[in-house]
Each structure stands twice: as structure tokens, then as C-alpha cells.
T-cell receptor, first 112, second 116 residues
Framework: DAKTTQPTSMDCAEGRAANLPCNHSTISGNEYVYWYRQIHSQGPQYIIHGLKNNETNEMASLIITEDRKSSTLILPHATLRDTAVYYCIVRPLGGSQGNLIFGKGTKLSVKP | NAGVMQNPRHLVRRRGQEARLRCSPMKGHSHVYWYRQLPEEGLKFMVYLQKENIIDESGMPKERFSAEFPKEGPSILRIQQVVRGDSAAYFC??????????????FGPGTRLTVL
């Protein structure tokens, strides 16, 4: 089972920031937080990952709380093409476990 | 550098037939993962393979399903005697390094299997 909980759906106005929350209260010290998204009918796409520091790349920013029990993915200027299901995943670094455990994710709808 | 390739993109089979799904990982990637996505559901892990080895098949159904990743050629997910419940999107992902190192998984476009 997924170790994360996310809201089922969210709306965002085009051009505004989209803030997608994720709770991972049982996260372990060696587990990273990953975000993927799946645009309708396509394969999932990696967005960003982090351990405990905030991270930023060309797609998004990831804010992880100091206790690491929750995080927020920020799309600074959402476009219609950002409409997708966003998955927050915790995964350990180390060991042989290779699979990603996807929950139901958050369906983000960006509206004009 | 081409991404992960899967074929066919759409596959229709009648109950009892065999389905073969192919996945060519990104160049230089030797780790392949298969996931299944049922309608309106999230992706579920099936199997993780390296060249010529199955590393983790904890998500594979015990019967009718098998996977391989030969030394040469694509990875194959094989479903024998398909049933309607096998209808789903099957995604393949690849990564360059072992999971013990940080690395993201790159996903292919998926194969949509429909069982009539």
C-alpha cells in the first residue's frame, strides 16, 4: 500500500501557482519523497525528488517540512498542459527494492 | 536518445489467447520494471528485471504471467490464456542504475491490452 495520502482532486487557474500537498507521516529516515505525474493515457513522468531539503528544478519546487511528515509540490505558473494526476511516492534509497508504489494521486485540473 | 519504447501500443486479444508485450529500455539502461494500470486505478508494480535476471517479481500474478529481459533484445511481458480481467494499460520503465543508488525511472507510453 502507498505510504502517502493526497487529496483526490484540485483545481488551479492557468498562470497561478499550483500547490499540491502530500502527507507521509510514517516516512523513514532513509526514504526519499518522489513526485511523478501522469498526463491522460501517457506513461508517468518524473518531476522531482528530495530527502529533507527543499528542491527546485525546471519543472517544479518541492518543499518538505522539517519533520518530513509532509511535503508540497509547487508548479509556479501552471499551464493547461499541467493538467494531470500527480503522484507523491516515498521510496527508500538502498536495498534491492526497485519498484515505485503509486497511490491514487491528486487529479489536478488547470482551468483557463 | 530515444525514450523507452513499447509495442504494440494497442493489443486486442480474445479470451484464452496469448499476449506478448515488448519493452525496449532507453539506451544504456539495464534495469527494467513493468507496471499494470487497471481502468481508473493507479499503477501497480509487477516485476523488476536486469539483463537475464528477475530481481523482484513480487507483484506478478502467480499464474499465466511471465517476464524476461534477455541479453539481446527487448524485455517481454507474456500473458498466457488471457481473461477479461487482464484488460489494462501495461507500462514499462527503465533506469540506468540499480535501485540502491538514486535514479529515476523513465516510463514508456504503455501498451493498452483489451481482452474481448
Amino acid at each position: 500500500d502507498a505510504k502517502t495520502t493526497q487529496p483526490t482532486s484540485m483545481d488551479c487557474a492557468e498562470g497561478r501557482a499550483a500547490n499540491l500537498p502530500c502527507n507521509h507521516s510514517t516516512i523513514s529516515g532513509n526514504e526519499y519523497v518522489y513526485w511523478y505525474r501522469q498526463i491522460h493515457s501517457q506513461g508517468p513522468q518524473y518531476i522531482i525528488h528530495g530527502l529533507k531539503n527543499n528542491e527546485t528544478n525546471e519543472m517544479a519546487s518541492l518543499i518538505i517540512t522539517e519533520d518530513r511528515k509532509s511535503s508540497t509540490l509547487i508548479l509556479p505558473h501552471a499551464t493547461l498542459r499541467d493538467t494531470a494526476v500527480y503522484y507523491c511516492i516515498v521510496r527508500p534509497l538502498g536495498g534491492s527494492q526497485g519498484n515505485l508504489i503509486f497511490g491514487k494521486g491528486t487529479k489536478l485540473s488547470v482551468k483557463p | 536518445n530515444a525514450g523507452v519504447m513499447q509495442n504494440p501500443r494497442h493489443l486486442v486479444r480474445r479470451r484464452g489467447q496469448e499476449a506478448r508485450l515488448r519493452c525496449s529500455p532507453m539506451k544504456g539502461h539495464s534495469h527494467v520494471y513493468w507496471y499494470r494500470q487497471l481502468p481508473e486505478e493507479g499503477l501497480k508494480f509487477m516485476v523488476y528485471l536486469q539483463k537475464e535476471n528477475i530481481i523482484d517479481e513480487s507483484g506478478m500474478p502467480k499464474e499465466r504471467f511471465s517476464a524476461e529481459f534477455p541479453k539481446e533484445g527487448p524485455s517481454i511481458l507474456r500473458i498466457q490464456q488471457v481473461v477479461r480481467g487482464d484488460s489494462a494499460a501495461y507500462f514499462c520503465a527503465s533506469s540506468p542504475l540499480a535501485p540502491s543508488s538514486y535514479n529515476e525511472q523513465f516510463f514508456g507510453p504503455g501498451t493498452r491490452l483489451t481482452v474481448l
